[in-house]
Structure formats: structure tokens, C-alpha cells
């Protein structure tokens, strides 16, 4: 009984997710209570949680000898409350567009707090960028590079730059989530760069103050930091002997990862792979602390300990900040039987030939990882968070799509095929689908005329704020034009 209980509170986190009378609290406050007052689907996102991840975050500092310059990667999550909530706790950060670029200024962030991402920039974007006197433009190719030093000229403003390069280093995340291999989409080959450097060192147009790479999302080794700093490091060397150019930063991108499974009770059931990504959760100071030691000495053995002395590490973490910050609260609609195909969970059931289906609220408009890349988000009953979970349902959501389901609707096993929730939930249960602030709302749509959900941000006062309101009709018609009553 002992162990049933450790294993069924494991997603627990004091002070943050507890149990109180039997129901899921958030910083305190009673989720089912929230899911009452808005309905579902909600997502209730904690700031104290927020200021803890970035305090673990900047813990960095003390493991390097050169400042560090945090920036929050507003692609995972940014609704405007979370941008100023982060930025209260003291993050700069990261954008992918003009669009978030915008929402950045309008949350309060100055120019040098902004460092500006992508790989199909346009000339507008360009300018807003320089305009505002950004920290960098993280430039993806030299076709680019060009365009920002038309637009710098034709402005009369220079450029703060930054190169982003491909260091081929492999990550055990998710296929689609690498982002430093040749195979990959995104910047340019070291050789180029090193160019770039030669022809415009002296440019008075452009600032090429650092060098960037990102090595993907949701990396679940720590030591690929360490290659990718000393990698940095080398085409920094090369930079100074061939340009005389002492780079003000370098920036090793996110991908810091969450810890999906802190809850045990589906870790048999999946995959080898997809169970090291998942149930990754090394300390961000750790992994640092090691490729600090990697880079100092190589720095050493070239005589350049100065170079990473007189420099500034950026990093640009989204994941780790947002991810297990956010709960998205999702009620039971529906519920049927089916004949079970899984002979193995027949004895669990009380009707032993069938198996018991619930299709919630929450599907892949709100979740697309949960279908693009199997992205696994423990379940559990927001109302008898205190009761068992071991009896197994089919899970599914609301959409008019075979692959919107909880489960690998390709067969392939990813995902397990049941969730464990308390005996007889009925239609209207209140459930929590528990690190969801990373890379959901964000990547939401309207599918099916679905109104995107509303946002509440808890504050460190216990106070819970609606940051984002329902959508309602009108939402789903606002941009289309000539509509005919
Ligand atoms: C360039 C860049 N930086 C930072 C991030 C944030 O990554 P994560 O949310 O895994 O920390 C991403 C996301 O993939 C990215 O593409």
C-alpha cells in the first residue's frame, strides 16, 4: 500500500502540486474550482513555478567565469502575462518573428534585452529589429546577412549580428526537435561564417558581435553542452587569428529538458528512446559547470583563456522555464465501451470483455506535440487527485481527426495505450494534463471551430488572474472578410 501511494503522488511537487481534501491544488488554489469558474479546456500556469525554474536556470552564473545573459524562448509560451511574468523574475528574451519580436517591445522588453531567431526573416522584421536596437539578429545564412546590411544602410542604423552556425552534434531528443545537423533546416556552415567575419569585420553597418547554435529541443544528454561550447569556442579562436575579432557572445541556444515521467506509473511501457527523452532532467548548472571545465581547457591549451574571459554566454532556454509551470485542466465529454483489443488489461477491468473510452475536451488544438511527436503528458483526475489511479482508460479528445487521441493511433507504441485514472470517472470529471506550458497554447488553433482557451496565471500572492480570455464566435470568423449576413 506503502509503495502504491509513493507511485501515485510522484508527480507531486511541494509547495507547487498537492493534494488537498482529495483535489489537485496549483500554488494553493483548487483547480477543480477553476475549471468551474472558466470551464475547460483552462490552462493555469504558477509564477512562483516560473521564478523557480528561471532561478535554477541563472544558477549557471556561478558555474562560469564570464557573465551570463538568460533569454526566455518566447516560441514555447507567450501570452503576454507569462512575457511580463518572466521578465519580472529577470530573463531577457528570445524571439522567432517580427510578431513575437512586437509582443516583446509590448511587454515591456528594451532592445538589448532581445535577441531575434529565424530562419525566413523578412525586410519588415529586419527593420523593426534595428530600429529597436536589439542585443542580436541571429543570422541564419549569408543571402541574410545581405539583406540586414541593405536594411541597416538604407536605415542608417547598424546591426547588432550574430552567426548562426550548424555544429553538427547530435542530440538524443526527438527527430524533430535536432536542430544542429546538416540535415536540419537551420544555419549556416562554419566556413561561412568564418567569411562573413573577413569581409565585414569592419563594417560600420553591421555589429558581428557572436556566434550562435541551438542543439535542439528537450536534450536528454548533458554532455552534448559541453561539445557544443567547445565547439563555439573554436570558431571563436579561428575568428580572432584570422579577423583580429574578439566576439562580445556566444550563445549555446536551449533545450534544457523537463522531466516528463516524474510520475512512474507508465515508465514500462515505453519505448527505449522515447523513455531517455522523457524521463531526461539533468541540472542546467551541472551540465554547464562540465562544458565550462571542457572549454577552459582548450582555452588553455591554445593560450586564450581571455577571449572567454571579455565575453558574455547567452543561453536561451524555453522548455525548462515554461514546461512543468503549466497544468491544462480538461473535463471528461463523453464516455463509451468498446470491446477491448489489449487481452493483457482484461483483468483490470470490471467489465472484462470491454474497455472503457473517455474523449475529453483537450485535444491536439491545444496539444499538437501530443500528435506530432507523441509528446507524452501525464494524466490524472484534477477532482480525486488523493484516489488510486489504476484502473485504465482509453483517452481521446474532441477533434474530428483518427490521430487525436492519448494514445499512438499509429500503432506504434510510443505512447502508452492506457492512462490509469480512479474507477468510474464519469462524463464532466475534472482532469489535469500535468507540464503542458511548453509548446501547446502556443502552437493552438482553431480547428474544428474550437475556441482557444483561456489563460490563468497564478500569482506569487496566491491571487489567480485570468491572463487570457475564452474565445468566442466572433474570434473564430475576426479575420476572414466579406462576410455576408
Ligand atoms: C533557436 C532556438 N533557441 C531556443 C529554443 C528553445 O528550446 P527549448 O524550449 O527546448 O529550451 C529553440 C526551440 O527549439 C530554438 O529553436
Do not use: E, F, L, S
Given at each position: 500500500m506503502l509503495a502504491l501511494q509513493s507511485i501515485m503522488s510522484s508527480w507531486q511537487i511541494e509547495n507547487f502540486l498537492t493534494v488537498r481534501d482529495g483535489r489537485l491544488q496549483i500554488d494553493g488554489v483548487d483547480a477543480v474550482e477553476l475549471a468551474r469558474e472558466h470551464g475547460t479546456p483552462l490552462f493555469v500556469f504558477s509564477e512562483l513555478r516560473i521564478r523557480h525554474n528561471i532561478d535554477r536556470l541563472k544558477k549557471v552564473a556561478d558555474v562560469i567565469d564570464c557573465p551570463l545573459k538568460l533569454c526566455y524562448a518566447a516560441k514555447a509560451m507567450s501570452t503576454m502575462g507569462i512575457l511580463r511574468a518572466v521578465k519580472d523574475a529577470g530573463c531577457d528574451i528570445e524571439v522567432n518573428s517580427g510578431g513575437e519580436l512586437w509582443k516583446a517591445l509590448k511587454a515591456g522588453f528594451t532592445g538589448d534585452q532581445i535577441n531575434f531567431n529565424g530562419n525566413s526573416k523578412e525586410v519588415w522584421e529586419l527593420e523593426l529589429a534595428i530600429t529597436n536596437e536589439i542585443y542580436a539578429i541571429q543570422v541564419d545564412s549569408l543571402y541574410e546577412l545581405s539583406l540586414i546590411l541593405e536594411t541597416a544602410i538604407r536605415l542608417e542604423k547598424p546591426a547588432n549580428v550574430s552567426l548562426r552556425m550548424v555544429p553538427e552534434i547530435e542530440s538524443g531528443t526527438h527527430s524533430g526537435l535536432q536542430t544542429a545537423m546538416l540535415t536540419s533546416k537551420f544555419g549556416m556552415m562554419p566556413d561561412e561564417a568564418f567569411r562573413a567575419f573577413r569581409v565585414y569585420a569592419d563594417s560600420p553597418h553591421l555589429n558581428l558581435n557572436g556566434i550562435h547554435l541551438h542543439i535542439g529541443s528537450?536534450?536528454?544528454?548533458?554532455?552534448v553542452y559541453s561539445a557544443a561550447l567547445v565547439k563555439l569556442f573554436d570558431a571563436m579562436l579561428q575568428i580572432f587569428n584570422e579577423t583580429g575579432v574578439k566576439l562580445k557572445h556566444i550563445n549555446l541556444g536551449g533545450g534544457f529538458p523537463v522531466n516528463y515521467l516524474r510520475d512512474r506509473s507508465h515508465v514500462g511501457e515505453f519505448p527505449r528512446e522515447q523513455l531517455e527523452m522523457f524521463d531526461a532532467g539533468f541540472e542546467p548548472a551541472d551540465a554547464l559547470r562540465d562544458a565550462w571545465a571542457a572549454v577552459s581547457e582548450s582555452a588553455e591549451k591554445e593560450n586564450a583563456i581571455d577571449l572567454l574571459e571579455g565575453m558574455t554566454l547567452m543561453l536561451e532556454p524555453g522548455r525548462s522555464i515554461i514546461a512543468d509551470a503549466g497544468v491544462c485542466l480538461t473535463a471528461v465529454r463523453n464516455k463509451k465501451d468498446r470491446p477491448s483489443s489489449d487481452s493483457s488489461l482484461v483483468p483490470r477491468h470490471s467489465s472484462p470483455q470491454n474497455e472503457v473510452w473517455l474523449l475529453t475536451d483537450a485535444g491536439f488544438n491545444i496539444l499538437l506535440s501530443m500528435e506530432t511527436y507523441k509528446w507524452y503528458y501525464h494524466l490524472i483526475s484534477a477532482e480525486r487527485a488523493g484516489e488510486p489511479h489504476d484502473f485504465p482508460y482509453k483517452v481521446a479528445g474532441p477533434l474530428c481527426d483518427g490521430g487525436d487521441v492519448y494514445f499512438d493511433h499509429e500503432g506504434h507504441g510510443r505512447l502508452p495505450e492506457h492512462r490509469f485514472l480512479p474507477k468510474d470517472v464519469q462524463p464532466g470529471e475534472v482532469l489535469a494534463l500535468l507540464n503542458c506550458g511548453a509548446y501547446s497554447l502556443a502552437q493552438g488553433m482553431q480547428y474544428n471551430g474550437r475556441f482557444l482557451p483561456p489563460v490563468i496565471l497564478i500569482r506569487e500572492n496566491g491571487t489567480a488572474e485570468l491572463i487570457r480570455k475564452r474565445e468566442g464566435f466572433e474570434d473564430l470568423i475576426a479575420s476572414d472578410v466579406n462576410i455576408k449576413d
Open positions: 528537450q536534450n536528454p544528454d548533458p554532455q
